[in-house]
């Protein structure tokens, strides 16, 4: 959020300061809406820089916030499987020492295992997308929101 504020302070200064090209430095000691140059056409570039800058900001936080986040889940989700399949392997060793009945199985666990690894990581996946425009939309609702306060602020 921070991000966007500065940004926005940013371009709203190098807005105003900016000449226009062809009108000089002479335009720009004039102020806006001088020489010709409607307020409104200054305005609306500045809304519109205001807008990009801060939908841009909002969601790389957000997506990079999001990506972490799952990213965390999925890898303590994936071990703490693991972590259960290996005591669950050194406790049948203990129990069961028939030799290849026991092989067998643990190549049918292992199997188990992949198989459920690679749903957890679709799902994971597929939540991530969700997130992913989740946050894209919540972006572009700040955007919007930001460039109504650039306007009355204009005002």
Do not use: C, N
């Not at 500045?46 to 939908?55: G, H, N, R, T």
């Amino acid at each position: 959020m921070l991000a966007a504020f500065l940004a926005l302070g940013l371009i709203a200064s190098v807005a105003f300061a900016w000449p226009l090209p062809g009108k000089g430095a002479a335009w720009a000691a004039s102020g806006p809406g001088r020489d010709g140059i409607p307020d409104d056409d200054i305005e609306d570039r500045i809304e519109d820089d205001v807008e990009d800058a801060v939908e841009a900001a909002l969601e790389d936080d957000v997506e990079d916030r999001i990506e972490g986040d799952v990213e965390d889940a999925v890898e303590d989700d994936i071990a703490g499987k693991l972590e259960d399949r290996i005591e669950d392997t050194i406790a049948d060793r203990t129990e069961d020492r028939s030799g290849k009945r026991l092989d067998d199985r643990l190549d049918s666990r292992l199997e188990d295992d992949l198989e459920k690894a690679a749903e957890v990581r679709a799902d994971a996946e597929r939540r991530l997308e969700k997130q992913l425009e989740d946050a894209a939309e919540e972006a572009e609702r700040a955007a919007e929101d930001a460039a109504e306060e650039a306007e009355r602020a204009a005002e």
